[in-house]
Nanobody, 119 residues
């Protein structure tokens, strides 16, 4: 089993930055893909970005390209989401998730961390 714990959320003014962390424990992760998602009130969960543990390759949805950066620290088994130029519409609960390989479903989820961007 894999356990994921997010941290780093909070309240920030528009234009500010936050860095979210996702600490992983349990099974090894050499082929895992880690992703960040968010869910705003009344909206469906939205995929934001992913990173492959083994080679660090990344993927972003267009809406966050240039503002959000996903990265990982293999030694700490931690994935990060650096969020810059935050907007009120970025307000949501942010989740990290793990998939066992590229193309697999995200089967492992953290509890989420709230990000609130004030205007």
């Amino acid at each position: 089993q894999v356990q994921l714990v997010e941290s780093g959320g909070g309240l920030v003014q528009a234009g500010g930055s936050l860095r979210l962390s996702c600490a992983a424990s349990g099974r090894t992760f050499s082929n895992y893909v880690m992703g960040w998602f968010r869910q705003a009130p009344g909206k469906q969960r939205e995929f934001l970005a992913s990173i492959v543990w083994s080679d660090g390759s990344t993927y972003y949805v267009d809406s966050v390209k240039g503002r959000f950066t996903i990265s990982r620290d293999n030694a700490k088994k931690t994935v990060y989401l650096q969020m810059n130029s935050l907007k009120p519409e970025d307000t949501a609960v942010y989740y990290c998730a793990g998939a066992e390989r590229i193309g697999s479903t995200y089967d492992y989820w953290g509890q989420g961390t709230q990000v609130t961007v004030s205007s």
